[in-house]
């Protein structure tokens, strides 16, 4: 079993509509989750980081964690064609160091 | 303010032979990391500096990679010998804060990443 689990997709959604990311992890202990956004040849971006459980909202972004059932999940609402990415979700296994665990990453594809 | 910035971008070279990477990382940063992607695999943890001392190498693959901080600025990764299995993107990363929860800051920059195609 891999330690962060994605759907490598792609995902389809039309321009306007919410995109779910969803990502699964192993390590019960896991400390805080990350999700980053990462262009064709470009670096990894950070999105959103969330520690506590349920929901952090940023713009148009909404990370929810779910620490029982081993989850997180990013939302994206009103997704534009700009939003078109691979979007990697991230454990980080302890609270220090950026020691993370990357998932495989899910192909998000906005159509206009 | 510069980016994490590294050197080369590409590079190509044959079984056996050596290469080395470069990392600057963001001025300030003590927290230096190293990553690697492999064809079709996931980004892997390779290793963390502060400052100029090795905190976490538990992801070395193995003895032919080395990975320097002198001076605790700029960083460099040598395969020698490089083998086919290493063709990948090495990453490298750069933060300010060691612990995200204490400072609550998720934030580690990334560079572009070197890739690296071993025949």
């Known amino acids: 079993q891999k330690e962060v689990e994605q759907n490598s997709g792609p995902l389809s959604v039309p321009e306007g509509a919410i995109a779910s990311l969803n990502c699964t992890y192993s390590?019960?202990?896991?400390?805080?989750f990350f999700w980053y956004r990462q262009y064709s040849g470009k670096s990894p971006e950070l999105i959103m980081f969330?520690?506590?459980?349920g929901d952090k909202e940023d713009g148009r972004f909404t990370a929810q964690l779910n620490k029982a059932s081993q989850y997180v999940s990013l939302l994206i609402r009103d997704s534009q064609p700009s939003d078109s990415a691979t979007y990697l979700c991230?454990?980080?296994?302890?609270?220090?160091?950026?020691?993370?665990?990357f998932g495989a990453g899910t192909i998000l594809r906005v159509k206009s | 303010e510069a980016g994490v910035t590294q050197f080369p971008s590409h590079s190509v070279i044959e079984k056996g032979q050596t290469v080395t990477l470069r990392c600057d990382p963001i001025?300030?940063?003590?927290?230096l990391y190293w990553y690697r992607r492999v064809m079709g695999k996931e980004i892997k943890f390779l290793l963390h500096?502060?400052?100029?001392?090795?905190?976490?190498e538990s992801g070395m693959p193995n003895n032919r990679f080395l990975a320097e901080r002198t001076g605790g600025t700029y960083s460099t990764l040598k395969v020698q010998p490089a083998e086919l299995e290493d063709s990948g993107v090495y990453f490298c990363?750069?933060?300010?804060?060691?612990?995200?929860?204490?400072?609550?800051?998720?934030?580690?920059?990334f560079g572009e990443g070197s890739r690296l195609t071993v025949l």
């Open positions: 390590d019960r202990g896991s400390q805080s």
């Open positions: 991230a454990v980080n296994e302890r609270e220090y160091g950026n020691k993370l665990v």
């Open positions: 500096f502060v400052k100029e001392s090795k905190q976490d």
């Open positions: 990363a750069s933060s300010h804060h060691s612990s995200v929860i204490s400072a609550n800051t998720g934030e580690l920059f």
């Open positions: 969330i520690y506590s459980n």
């Open positions: 001025s300030g940063h003590d927290n």
